[in-house]
């Protein structure tokens, strides 16, 4: 890996929108900050009271380093190269406290009384001359661990910015299970491989106990994956205080069988080695936050396309329940305007109505026989037909439509021409001696002329002038008016049903050309997998791909 898998992994980390305060995230940053970095850092931790700081104070040895230069260390102290010692205290705020001397870490670096870390600190450096840091080394001490949970939190992220862990053990109180197994979840879970343990206070055990701790000592580095360079071990007895006074009194005898001497030298050695491959040594804990990168991706792409195709599954089966519904929608309505279109028929309505119509206007009762006949069958068919659009409107969240409204033509009008006087008297005269008669009138013909108009029935009636001289053969007229009479109610009806025909045709096209774009519209489901969901799949199995 490199710094382009590096990208691949901070694009995935966006991806995924990796929570900012999380482990995960912390530690890419981490990575991101390491792969930016030339220098080579070696970080020391342990729990607290295992000597870490005095084994660091022992590592650079000097009359002029106060020997309690951390006594119990609250913060990530870095010891970088420089000319004059000197401390450098960054503040959250972003102010930069500089002073000559370490004194001033008494201030900001050690717990309080609560033994709780100052939360307004965010950096503290320390210079000092010496050759080992003139290499491009920085020391890291590292606040003590199973105290706190925040402290152990801070010192885990910190550790994967290390190039080098120096673990400080106390072979009074060797590692349980549970730690060991927590070890392995800080260290090589992460890609953690260089690592260093460092047996603390062995010169306080008899000689007997001594050769105990060594062998269980043994069991812990040879359970543990270290990747150092050939011939370097990663375990190392170091009694660091002992090896602290030996450096500052130049007590060089005590100094070696301290043990100092040969950590020191090892760690000169994995430093020369390692420090011209640093891309290589930081591989692995790009490897281990790429693995778990891949996990959460291929579990979101997993989820995503579980999803998908479920929605895409309910999506089809509603697709289908509303085309069904659609079809048996638009087959209601084709039914319902081919049998109105029948009826409307003027053929169709001649040969149910014509006659009875007839009668009843001739009878004088056209109200009640429309009401029974026409009026029902009219509002039923056109009730059909805009129930089916309602249907359709409601179940398919369309916009509704203008509704079929089918109307009744006007009564019919009979024309009634005045016969001839017969010789017998007539059965019924106004006060001018005219007995109204019927003519043929309605579809384009008409009898006789009109002289004048009267109401008979409901209908209007047009009388002609009786010829007062009675030349016609009254029977013969008799039988001619009946005859004349019927057929004028007959032509009434015709023209009655011919306008119920043609008065709804205009109404009943314009509607079908409304109705029909909700009959035939196109139906989508409300299930119908977003376009977004499809998008984010694909990004993010192609993320997966590149980081397989």
């Not at 019927?486 to 032509?491: F, G, I, L, N, T």
Request: aromatic residues 6%; glycine residues 6%; contains cysteine.
């Amino acid at each position: 890996m490199d710094s382009s898998v590096l990208g691949q992994l901070q694009v995935a980390a966006k991806l995924l929108e990796i929570d900012g305060d999380s482990l995960l995230a912390k530690d890419l940053a981490t990575i991101a900050q390491r792969f930016t970095r030339s220098s080579y850092q070696i970080a020391v931790f342990g729990p607290f009271n295992h000597g870490k700081s005095t084994l660091l104070n022992a590592i650079l040895g000097s009359k002029t380093l106060p020997i309690d230069l951390i006594p119990t260390t609250g913060a990530a102290i870095k010891v970088v190269y420089g000319a004059e010692i000197g401390t450098a205290i960054t503040l959250t705020s972003g102010e930069v406290i500089r002073a000559a001397g370490t004194e001033i870490l008494s201030q900001f670096a050690i717990l309080d009384d609560d033994r709780r870390m100052r939360n307004d600190v965010a950096a503290i450096e320390v210079s000092y001359p010496h050759p080992f840091l003139e290499m491009g080394v920085e020391l890291i001490d590292l606040p003590g661990t199973n105290d706190r949970d925040e402290q152990d939190r801070f010192v885990r992220e910190r550790l994967l910015a290390a190039d080098l862990v120096v673990n400080v053990l106390d072979v009074r109180k060797l590692l349980t299970l549970g730690e060991r197994e927590r070890l392995r979840d800080w260290l090589e879970s992460r890609g953690i491989q260089t690592v260093v343990f460092v047996a603390n206070f062995t010169n306080m055990l008899e000689p007997e106990e001594q050769r105990e701790v060594q062998h269980r000592l043994r069991f812990v580095a040879e359970s543990f994956r270290s990747t150092l360079p050939p011939g370097i071990s990663n375990l190392y007895r170091v009694d660091a205080l002992p090896a602290l006074r030996a450096r500052l009194k130049g007590d060089d005898g005590t100094l070696h069988t301290s043990g100092l001497s040969a950590f020191i030298s090892a760690l000169q050695a994995i430093v020369t080695h390692q420090k011209s491959e640093l891309t290589e040594i930081r591989q692995p804990q790009l490897q281990a936050i790429g693995q778990q990168l891949r996990g959460l991706l291929a579990a979101q792409v997993s989820e995503l396309t579980m999803e998908i195709n479920a929605r895409s599954a309910k999506a089809d089966r509603e697709l289908a329940l509303k085309q069904q519904a659609q079809q048996l929608i638009k087959k209601g309505w084709e039914s319902g305007l081919q049998e109105l279109e029948q009826w409307l028929c003027l053929p169709n309505l001649l040969a149910f109505y014509q006659t009875s119509l007839a009668a009843a206007t001739q009878q004088a009762i056209f109200p009640q026989w429309e009401t029974a006949n026409v009026a029902p069958k009219l509002q039923q068919l056109q009730k059909e037909i805009n129930d089916c659009v309602n249907q359709a409107t409601d179940f398919f969240g369309l916009a509704t439509v203008e509704p079929l409204v089918l109307s009744l033509p006007e009564p019919p009008e009979v024309l009634l021409s005045s016969a001839p006087p017969s010789p017998e008297p007539p059965k019924t005269s106004n006060s001018d001696g005219i007995t109204p008669t019927a003519i043929a009138t309605g579809l384009g013909w008409l009898m006789g002329g009109p002289v004048g108009a009267v109401v008979v029935g409901g209908a209007s009636v047009l009388v002609n002038q009786l010829d007062p001289l009675g030349r016609q053969d009254r029977k013969t007229t008799k039988n001619n008016d009946v005859a004349e009479t019927w057929a004028a109610y007959q032509d009434a009806a015709a023209d009655y049903l011919f306008r119920l025909n043609t008065g709804n045709a205009t109404v009943l096209s314009d509607y079908r050309s409304r109705a029909i774009t909700v009959i035939n519209a196109e139906i989508t489901s409300e299930h119908s997998i977003e376009t977004d969901r499809q998008q984010r799949l694909l990004e993010l199995s192609t993320c997966l791909t590149n980081l397989s």
